[in-house]
């Protein structure tokens, strides 16, 4: 929480108009552009009211847009906008800027067993998620 509530400060004295949660999930976007948004809300653990909300809001942004998909009509592909494009290096410079201040004074060591056990925590909330989506 103390990351996030850090991060918007600084999205907020650059100027960004973004939150947060909405960047968490052009940070998604930035990987794999063109996702539905069953998908998108997978990825982001959210669900479909949430990312219903975060999609719509980054679309009048102009960060996103809604694209019907070929093979499913019922089924919107959410893609990147040239200026949420932009946006990247930015806020990815003010996120690793965020997480260096949090990790300052902490041994390598520990960063990297804190890194294993958060990996391991989300393969198996990972795991979790299929399975219940499969049932």
Request: aromatic content about 6%; overall charge negative.
């Amino acid at each position: 929480m103390a990351l996030a509530r850090r991060l918007q400060k600084y999205f907020r004295e650059a100027g960004l108009d973004i939150t947060v949660e909405q960047w968490s999930v052009l940070v998604h976007l930035w990987k794999y552009d063109g996702v539905n948004q069953q998908e998108l809300g997978s990825r982001t653990f959210r669900d479909k009211p949430s990312i219903t909300r975060l999609v719509d809001n980054l679309e009048k942004q102009g960060l996103v847009q809604r694209v019907a998909s070929d093979s499913d009509r019922r089924s919107n592909l959410v893609f990147l906008t040239q200026r949420a494009k932009d946006l990247r290096d930015e806020t990815m410079d003010l996120a690793n800027l965020t997480l260096n201040e949090g990790l300052e004074g902490i041994p390598a060591e520990d960063i990297e067993v804190t890194k294993r056990v958060l990996q391991q925590v989300y393969e198996n909330l990972h795991g979790v998620m299929e399975e219940t989506a499969v049932k």
